[in-house]
């Protein structure tokens, strides 16, 4: 059995590509609002951005979602809302494990 196909992403900001699970979506609603779309099913024209404070920051004063979104303006509480996410997802991300310890050759591990 074949494994499923991933979609793949790319973040307006960085333009690095991701799962598109690993991204968050901001979308031009067909009535012309923008919002976040946190299941990534919003119909209209969507935009990625990483889930990094960079990221959201850089989007914010290149203006990279206005223009991928062709919209004049987006509204500061959108981006707002967005480092809210970007923070809370930090915050419950599992710490990184130490580096593994290299022996030189010759020494032998403590174990045995």
Do not use: H, W
Not at 56 to 70: D, F, G
Not at 91 to 97: L, Q, W
């Amino acid at each position: 059995m074949r494994p499923r196909r991933v979609p793949i992403r790319t973040c307006v900001a960085c333009r690095t590509t991701d799962a598109k699970r690993a991204l968050l979506r901001v979308v031009r609603q067909p009535d012309g609002t923008v919002c976040y779309d946190a299941k990534g099913k919003m119909s209209g024209r969507g935009a990625y951005v990483c889930a990094r404070v960079e990221c959201v920051e850089q989007a914010r004063k290149q203006k990279k979602l206005e223009r991928s979104l062709k919209v004049e303006k987006i509204a500061p509480e959108l981006f707002q809302e967005l480092l809210q996410i970007v923070s809370q997802n930090n915050a419950t991300a599992p710490a990184e494990p130490p580096p593994a310890q290299q022996l030189e050759i010759g020494e032998q591990n403590d174990r045995g």
